[in-house]
């Protein structure tokens, strides 16, 4: 402790400032044990969508009967020595058996390695397309179970083992299935690669060499948007044209726009478009308008924005609150409905409904809480939605937390000094 020598009316008089700083937050307050209540009855929301792996569930094994086209008992033992596949919701089954059917993979198959159908529709298609792009002549579930194993073998060694013919120039046979192909480039012949560098590797030079070209990108630039959004490493060439095609003549997005979002490149045209002909608008705005505004939301699945949009509607939540966090549309729709729902259930909350800035709470949901606790910790009986969703700085900035306190305290003790110690005549060296 520092024994500071101060007058106890100078002590008593900043205490009380800093009280009366700490709960005059906003203008808008709320009592932090509601908001307590509120986080510990979203906490029961938080469930993962899969079901106990102890349930063996005879819907499920029909279903997979499907899939497999294996009688009941072959299915069932499958089932028991894949514990991983009683977890697996029934629509993605069915939603990874389609795509899976729609690129030949045959239901034998299927049935011999099943753990494919524990990866996402979207990878599937991603990986099926990128092989065959790379020159493989077909795809099995075998190759895509091993996927970043066999990417990163030496294009000698898939060669050797025929997983691509031996004559398959891999770079062209790359820029042969997009419609507008860049100049031709051999990075066979560039320094530092040869037959033993992996197949991952060639597609990405192919792949650096066609958004360079496409985007008018510097090399600085793409290694920045790599680095960053890292799964455009595996996105198929047809799918990354098509989308650039859509962003620019659907939607109007200039390539340094597309540059500025790199996540864009790794939209998917079907759903962009499919998006723009079902959802007209979205919270009062035109969805082209709440596109160029708010890109990210063009990610998110058609399905998934209806929903999420009726949830809103259904909620009482004003088209002025969905414009000032338009975010909630990066959200799944059940998180949505489950943390509304949440906040509809703390009667405390219940005013909240129609602010302006509420669905910053419903987004920043696990950020608040972690705030709450924090607060309730250092003693704060209020606070506000713009501090419990605000950034780290701006919440460091705010009053009552321990970074606003000293600078609070190292005032005062500033300013105590320079009126009495500094103040003081400087003696004479005489």
Not at 89 to 99: G, M, S
Not at 107 to 125: M, N, S, Y
Request: glycine share 4%; net charge positive; aromatic share 10%.
């Amino acid at each position: 402790m520092w024994n500071l020598n101060v007058n106890n009316t100078s002590t008593y008089f900043c205490l009380a400032m800093l009280s009366t700083r700490m709960f005059k937050i906003c203008q808008h307050p709320f009592y932090i044990p509601s908001a307590i209540k509120l986080c510990n009855l979203s906490s029961g929301f938080h469930q993962i969508r899969r079901k106990p792996a102890n349930e063996m569930n005879n819907g499920q094994v029909r279903l997979l009967m499907e899939v497999f086209d294996y009688p009941y008992r072959e299915t069932y033992k499958i089932v028991y020595r894949h514990k991983v596949l009683r977890t697996l919701d029934q629509n993605l089954i069915q939603r990874v058996a389609d795509i899976l059917n729609r690129f030949g993979i045959e239901k034998g198959d299927i049935a011999e390695h099943p753990l494919v159908l524990t990866i996402f529709p979207a990878t599937i298609e991603n990986h099926t397309m990128l092989l065959e792009e790379g020159g493989f002549t077909h795809v099995t579930a075998k190759h895509l179970n091993s996927y970043i194993t066999i990417v990163r073998k030496p294009l000698r060694l898939l060669k050797v083992h025929q997983y691509i013919p031996s004559h398959i120039d891999v770079p062209e046979n790359f820029l042969s299935y997009l419609k507008e192909p860049p100049p031709s480039f051999d990075p066979l012949h560039s320094k530092g690669v040869s037959h033993d560098t992996s197949f991952m590797d060639i597609q990405m030079a192919v792949l650096s060499h066609y958004l360079c070209w496409r985007l008018e990108m510097k090399p600085d630039e793409l290694d920045s948007l790599m680095k960053t959004y890292s799964r455009l490493k595996h996105k198929s060439f047809r799918l990354i044209e098509k989308s650039l095609k859509v962003l620019e003549e659907e939607l109007g997005f200039s390539k340094e726009k597309i540059k500025r979002h790199g996540y864009l490149i790794h939209s998917h045209a079907g759903n962009t478009l499919d998006t723009l002909n079902r959802v007209k608008t979205l919270g009062g705005m035109d969805i082209r308008t709440m596109f160029h505004k708010y890109p990210k939301i063009i990610a998110t699945a058609t399905d998934t924005l209806i929903k999420t949009a009726q949830h809103l509607q259904d909620f009482g939540i004003p088209d002025e609150a969905i414009q000032k966090c338009p975010e909630v549309f990066t959200l799944g729709s059940d998180t949505v409905f489950q943390r509304l729902g949440a906040l509809q259930s703390v009667p405390e909350f219940t005013g909240l409904a129609r602010h302006p800035r509420v669905l910053r709470l419903v987004h920043h949901q696990r950020k608040a809480c972690s705030r709450l606790g924090y607060l309730q910790d250092m003693k704060v009986k209020c606070a506000s939605l713009h501090i419990l969703s605000s950034t780290q700085v701006q919440f460091e900035r705010s009053p009552g937390s321990s970074c606003w306190m000293a600078r609070m305290l190292w005032g005062y003790i500033f300013k105590h000094l320079r009126n009495t110690v500094w103040a003081l005549p400087m003696e004479s060296p005489d």
